[in-house]
């Protein structure tokens, strides 16, 4: 029902900022943003609900990272600073129709049946 496509990855040195996009063909309820660093299981990094009142996002990235949403524009972004090199990964942009309000739900793959196929991070030292 939904359809993601994420843009904006690349090679950035260690402090910088990088802002990741993710289209939706849909208007998701929910959508977060996960990760894979290299050897490493996928992570939950952020979500956000359709209103974009509340957002989650995991103890590596708080206060770093921000998510937000264009709903006119279906499109829901992943704002990275102070970038270290151990968020080296793919990102991955997934969504819900369902509204998640509870930080648990917000955070589990199995909670998002739609994802995109990931645009590469890489942060050197």
């Known amino acids: 029902q939904v359809q993601l496509a994420e843009s904006g990855g690349g090679l950035v040195q260690v402090g910088d900022s990088l802002r990741l996009s993710c289209t939706a063909s849909?208007?998701?309820?929910?959508a977060a943003w996960f990760r894979r660093g290299p050897g490493k299981e996928r992570e939950f990094v952020a979500s956000?609900?359709?209103?974009?009142?509340?957002?989650y996002y995991s103890d590596s990235v708080k206060d770093r990272f921000t998510i937000s949403r264009d709903n006119a524009k279906n499109t829901v972004f992943l704002q990275m600073g102070s970038l270290k090199p151990e968020d080296t990964a793919i990102y991955f942009c997934?969504?819900?129709?369902?509204?998640?309000?509870?930080?648990?739900?917000?955070?589990?793959?199995?909670?998002?049946?739609?994802w995109g196929q990931g645009t590469q991070v890489t942060v050197s030292s």
């Open positions: 997934a969504a819900s129709l369902t509204i998640f309000y509870d930080a648990f739900l917000a955070s589990q793959e199995l909670s998002y049946p739609y």
């Open positions: 849909g208007r998701p309820g929910s």
């Open positions: 956000i609900p359709k209103n974009g009142d509340t957002t």
